[in-house]
């Protein structure tokens, strides 16, 4: 048996839900379950390393802010600074799973590797998903072939890359998928199909930011068919120092939009074109009169934008828009 450890920090979510109904996988409060209860509820499994936790947050998913994404990823940093620690696993509600593995897989440095799950039934459901996506976390947390890829996370037997997810159903149990790409391996054989395009891992890292740093604000505007441009100037009002605009199609700027585009833009906001469709990328061509999101979907852009605002790294948002880091 090794004498490492995997650090397990919580934050809540549906995984430590508790309902007061067993046959009600809907009715529930998240985050109400320590981590001690989520250990226990894996039984003594004989193949897993020792595991220290710490609870950092018990929320619901939804009311995660971009301060909740500092601290954990610092939490994350300082865990894997022990010599003895093989890995870290976060537990998470499924609502914004995607926003922070991607935030974290920017921040953290390859290495040691880092797994985010979830679960989509609370731990006190028939069937709860959660103790066995912990389970098959931790171990993948602790295998070496984990290291360097990258933040994974680990759902519904699979291995995801958190530069590749999304949440694509509001109750499946496959909630959490990489659409685009696939998975990355097999949770429950703990083995790897692929490697995870790395390239991104580690592009802004922590050390950047200052310990009392927070990020600039950066909206999303969906624009519908009819949206009021004057969104944009009621976004500036409010001090956003950038706006991400979900589009129609290959993120097509309404000409009602455009005055107002560039009015934003001349008074200091930084606006990008995203699209509102689920898949495809959206053309950074230098003759658009706004920069495009590539191969970001608005959520992977606003907070590329933010860390390029934070940290005054020039170049940032457009090379991982092209899908580099």
């Known amino acids: 048996m090794s004498t490492g450890h995997i650090t397990l920090l919580t934050t809540g979510g549906t995984i430590a839900g508790r309902g007061a109904h ?4 809907s009715d529930y409060v998240a985050g109400s379950m320590s981590a001690t209860d989520l250990l226990t509820a894996l039984g003594h499994p004989d193949d897993l390393p020792r595991i220290e936790t710490q609870e950092l947050l018990s929320i619901d998913s939804k009311d995660m802010t971009p301060e909740h994404w500092l601290m954990i990823a610092r939490a994350v940093e300082a865990a894997r600074a022990s ?3 093989q890995g870290v696993v976060i537990t998470h509600g499924t609502d914004t799973l995607e926003e922070t593995a991607w935030f974290l897989h920017l921040v953290c440095s390859p290495g040691k590797p880092v797994v985010l799950t979830a679960a989509m ?3 006190t459901a028939l069937s709860a998903d959660g103790p066995m996506n912990l389970y098959q976390a931790l171990c993948v947390a602790a295998l070496p072939e984990a290291r360097n890829h990258g933040v994974l996370v680990v759902m519904n037997d699979q291995i995801l890359a958190a530069s590749e ?3 694509t159903h509001t109750h499946a149990l496959d909630a959490i998928a990489a659409p685009r790409t696939g998975t990355v391996g097999n949770a429950s054989e703990r083995t790897f199909c692929r490697p995870p395009a790395p390239g991104s891992a580690g592009c ?11 990020l600039p604000e950066v909206d999303i505007l969906h624009v519908a068919a009819g949206s009021r441009p004057a969104l944009l100037a ?3 009002e409010r001090g956003c120092a950038g706006v991400v605009l979900a589009l129609p199609g290959n993120g097509s700027l309404p000409d009602t939009w455009r005055d107002a585009a560039l009015g934003a833009v001349d008074n200091g906001v930084r606006v990008i074109r995203s699209s509102r469709v689920a898949n495809g990328s959206v053309s950074t061509r230098t003759a658009a009169i706004l920069p495009g999101s590539g191969v970001l979907n608005p959520l992977q852009a606003r907070i ?19 899908g580099h880091g």
Request: aromatic share 2%; with cysteine.
């Open 121 to 123: 039934r609370p731990a």
């Open 83 to 85: 010599a003895s620690c």
């Open 22 to 25: 067993a046959g009600n996988a």
């Open 165 to 167: 997810i999304a949440k």
């Open 204 to 214: 802004v890292p922590l050390a950047t930011l200052q310990d009392d740093a927070t």
């Open 234 to 236: 009621e976004a500036h």
């Open 304 to 322: 590329a934008l933010m860390l390029e605002l934070a940290t005054g790294t020039s170049g940032l948002f457009a090379r991982l828009a092209a």
